[in-house]
Each structure stands twice: as structure tokens, then as C-alpha cells.
């Protein structure tokens, strides 16, 4: 008895050790991608025929749930916080400038998350959900597989201002995106990679406006963008009105995951005002866009790399945050 107490008291103040090792031993700052093999066997299947459904449906969808990943994680880290509803506690992320009528997927998630609860009740967290959810969005679509590294817990709370302040504006100017990126410990391979997820999905004509009708003030377009596709813009985003009206960020491939949108802004095609001074303001992002347009794999080696960079954005873990039941609301806000 003695002796199996004293093995008990031994386990007890070495395992914190081992455990701590063992977290610190792995790349990618506690997370793994096994996290879920014991508790949940099946997360990763569940998640990914749920997503599938919904791109069958609607292939947009397979861009919304990467860019919801991407505002999720530059907002207080990869922790959920861009799902949660507005409730007395909570002024969601939802309402901000980038997301407001323009960030979608919510209800995938949803259904998502009703599976997993059914499946293993409390154990997959919302943020893990997001991440897994665009890796599997980004391969339905033709791009690159990357193991996600898991472990995740859910926010409890949210943050507007992170949402309007941190995410980078579509008229923001290089150095102010990098300077973004940079404060989420990323890197300029990774503002050009990532951006190459503008290879799918759409934008609202008031994303790009100003590009067409007065880009510096003086009345005229950006000279940086193509004449003729300038002109094709112009005839479905007019100076005033269509806010809402959608145009593909890839016009050559929008539902196929491949580097067009790299070639696109060498033929200075690009929609946004954000992708085309990726080559013409920096030697160094536009020897990039140069490689990747001209190196798939290069680029998908780059984009999965830069994806795991991202997910890995401070995320909570441990005894952090919590696991929530419904991606909307906090466990114990009613
Ligand atoms: C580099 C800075 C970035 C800027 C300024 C930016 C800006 C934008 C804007 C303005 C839109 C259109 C929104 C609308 O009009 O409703 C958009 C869409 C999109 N963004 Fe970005 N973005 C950036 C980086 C990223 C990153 C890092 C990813 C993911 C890796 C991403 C993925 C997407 C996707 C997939 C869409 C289409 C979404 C849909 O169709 O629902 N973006 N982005």
C-alpha cells in the first residue's frame, strides 16, 4: 500500500513533467494533429462529409468556410470567437466592417458541430472545427492536403474592434498588411501564399470600387488594372449602387483551387487593390507572385505550409476557454 502510494505520489508530481514535455515537444505549439484519435475516432470523417454536402451544393462554400478560418484566427487567435452570436455578454465579431453581409458559412458550421455533439458530446472544440473545415474545403476544391494540427479550445468571449482593426482592408496598403500578418507572427511568404486563397470565392463590387472609378483621388481608375477588365467591372459595379453585386476573385477559374490567381495579377487582372500590389509595390512579394504563378506545386506546397501557420495563431489550450456546445454561445450564456 506504502509502496503503490508513494508509485501514485511519484506519477503524480513527474507526469505534469512528462506531459509538459511532451506538449513542448511538438512543432506546432501543443497542437497535434492526433488530438481527437482516442476521444473522438470518427471528428475528422464527420467533419469532412458535412463540408463535402455543402460544397456539392453550393461550391462557394468551400471559400467561405477558408476565409471564416482566416478571420477567425486573426482575431484573439484560432479560438471561435468569429461564431459566436450577439447576447448580453457578447458583441459578435459578426457585425464588423470586414464580416458584416459578407462572411458566410455559419450554418455549415452548425450542422458540423450538431454531429459532433451527437457523436462525442463536449470533446471537438468550434476553433478545430474551422481549421479542419478549411483544409477539407480547400482539397474538394482541387488544392493541397495538409494535416491540421489540433487540440483547440473555444473562446470566451469576442472582440469587434480585433475584427475591424486587425483584419487587413482590401484597400489597405502593402506595408500595412505585412505589418498585419507580421503581428499575427507571420511572415511575408505567408501574406503572398495565403492570399492565394482569393483563387476561390467571390468579392462585393464595394470591395473593389474605388479601383475603378477613383483609386487615388483624382478621379481615375488604378492604373495598375487591366484597361478592357476595368471596363467589364465597371458594367456590373457602377459609382453608385450594387454594393452587393459579386464578382469571382479568380475570373478564370473561381471554383477551382490552382495559381490563375497569380496569373491574373501578372496580367494586372487582379480584383482587388490588395492582390494586385503584391506585385507592384514590394520586389520581394512580387518575385513571389512570379514564382507561384509560375509553380503550382510550389505554391501549394507554400499555402498548406502557411495554412498551418496560420491555425497555429494563439490558440487556447489546456484548461483554457472551453469546449462549446453550440459554436453560437458561450456554454453558460442563455
Ligand atoms: C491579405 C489580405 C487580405 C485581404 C485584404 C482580403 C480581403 C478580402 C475581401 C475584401 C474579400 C471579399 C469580401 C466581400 O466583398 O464580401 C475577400 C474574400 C475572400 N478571402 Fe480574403 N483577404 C485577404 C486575405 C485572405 C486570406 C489570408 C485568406 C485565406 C487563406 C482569404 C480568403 C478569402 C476567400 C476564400 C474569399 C472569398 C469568400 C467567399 O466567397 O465567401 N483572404 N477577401
Redesign the pocket.
Known amino acids: 500500500m506504502a509502496n503503490s502510494m508513494g508509485c501514485l505520489v511519484l506519477l503524480c508530481l513527474v507526469s505534469p513533467l512528462l506531459f509538459a514535455n511532451a506538449v513542448r515537444s511538438h512543432p506546432w505549439g501543443g497542437l497535434f494533429p492526433q488530438f481527437y484519435d482516442h476521444s473522438c475516432p470518427k471528428a475528422k470523417e464527420i467533419v469532412q462529409s458535412i463540408v463535402a454536402q455543402a460544397v456539392a451544393k453550393e461550391t462557394?462554400?468551400?471559400?467561405?468556410?477558408?476565409?471564416l478560418?482566416?478571420?477567425d484566427c486573426?482575431v484573439k487567435g484560432c479560438d471561435a470567437s468569429v461564431l459566436l452570436d450577439n447576447s448580453s455578454s457578447i458583441v459578435s465579431e459578426k457585425g464588423s466592417n470586414?464580416n458584416r453581409?459578407?462572411?458566410?458559412?455559419f450554418e455549415v458550421v452548425d450542422q458540423i458541430k450538431a454531429a459532433l455533439e451527437a457523436a462525442c458530446p463536449g470533446t471537438v472544440s468550434c476553433a478545430d472545427i474551422l481549421a479542419i473545415a478549411?483544409r477539407d474545403s480547400t482539397v474538394l476544391v482541387g488544392g493541397p492536403y495538409w494535416d491540421v494540427p489540433l487540440g483547440r479550445r473555444d473562446s470566451l468571449g469576442a472582440s469587434i474592434q480585433g475584427s475591424n482593426n486587425d483584419?487587413?482592408?482590401?484597400?489597405?496598403t502593402l506595408p500595412t498588411?505585412i505589418t498585419?500578418?507580421k503581428l499575427q507572427g507571420l511572415n511575408v511568404v505567408?501574406?503572398v501564399a495565403?492570399?492565394?486563397?482569393?483563387?476561390?470565392?467571390?468579392?462585393?463590387?464595394?470591395?473593389?470600387r474605388q479601383r475603378l472609378y477613383n483609386q487615388t483621388g483624382n478621379g481615375m481608375a488604378d492604373s495598375t488594372l487591366d484597361v478592357s477588365y476595368a471596363a467589364q467591372l465597371r458594367q456590373g459595379c457602377p459609382r453608385s449602387g450594387g454594393d452587393?453585386n459579386?464578382f469571382p476573385?479568380d475570373f478564370v477559374t473561381p471554383a477551382k483551387f490552382d495559381n490563375f490567381y497569380y496569373k491574373n495579377i501578372l496580367a494586372g487582372k487582379g480584383l482587388?487593390?490588395?492582390?494586385e500590389v503584391?506585385l507592384t509595390k514590394s520586389a520581394e512579394t512580387a518575385a513571389l507572385v512570379k514564382a507561384y504563378a509560375a509553380d503550382v506545386n510550389l505554391f501549394f506546397q507554400h499555402?498548406a505550409q502557411?495554412?498551418v501557420n496560420?491555425g497555429n495563431i494563439s490558440p487556447l489550450t489546456g484548461s483554457q476557454g472551453e469546449i462549446r456546445k453550440n459554436c453560437r454561445r458561450l456554454n453558460n450564456d442563455h
Do not use: Y
Open positions: 462557394r462554400m468551400a471559400a467561405s468556410l477558408v476565409r478560418h482566416f478571420h486573426f470586414p453581409n459578407s462572411l458566410r458559412g478549411a483584419i487587413p482592408a482590401p484597400n489597405n498588411i498585419k500578418f505567408d501574406v495565403l492570399s492565394g486563397g482569393h483563387t476561390i470565392g467571390m468579392s462585393r463590387c464595394t470591395s473593389f452587393n459579386l476573385l482587388l487593390s490588395s492582390d503584391l499555402f502557411s495554412m496560420m
